[in-house]
């Protein structure tokens, strides 16, 4: 596997704010390595107020191949693609971009279908269920989308800012009609549990729903990816559910990733 950096090396760039805790660089890295590419993806932390300006520079770069978007980028990184896959466009947001061989620079949004796969990959049954999303910014925007499309019979959307929970309820009921709602009952009568939200990732004693109002029917999916067991994982696997880690979801979405930056029309 080549390890040295050298001139011919491409360079991929991720962009977030924070991103130290970010996995990426090594993980992403190594599977492009692993591709028997000569080719790394390199860090940045970028504030909202710098990240056009970082964005049209690193455009500039001609050895830079792509761009991987993570917190809280998503939404902003969609107004710099020229090209754009359906559910971006759907979206509108990216977490990953490419620059093609005609030069335009093309983005997907694959957060969903990494959570998706995950659950799929433990067992998982997602059509004609009942899901419970909690957290409508850019990962839990490309997760409801998701379910909707592998078939959940119905998304209640919630979050703490309830013009985004509605924005993105509107948005999904206008491709998916009544299967969305807001709000709704409380999470013991879902199926599916999907916390696209951070809470668990600074404190693993918090947890974004009642622990205890968990049944062992239910699909517990996060996106957190801290180190250790959240309060939400360790009660829903206590109780015997499926269960889907930020970790699993990562790991999903990974190779997904690297398809994209590496393909170009």
Known sequence: MQSIV???????AILGDPIGQAKSPAE??????ARSRNAILVPFHVTSNDFDEVVRALKAIRNLDGIVITVPHKFTAFQHCEQ???RASFLRAVNVMRRSRSGAWEGDMCDGQGFVDAILQKGGVLAGKRAFLLGAGGAGTAIGYALLEAGVAELSIQDIDQT???ELAGKLRHRFGDRVAEVGPTPDEF???ANATPTGMENLQDSPVDPDRLRPTMIVGDVVTATGETALMRAARSVGCVC???HDMYRA???TMVDFLLSSD
């Open 6 to 12: 050298d001139g011919s090396t491409r360079i991929f």
């Open 253 to 255: 979405l990974r190779e």
């Open 28 to 33: 992403v890295t190594a599977s492009l390595r």
């Open 164 to 166: 985004r929970q509605s």
């Open 84 to 86: 754009a896959t359906e």
């Open 244 to 246: 889907s880690t930020g």
């Open 191 to 193: 199926d599916i549990i």
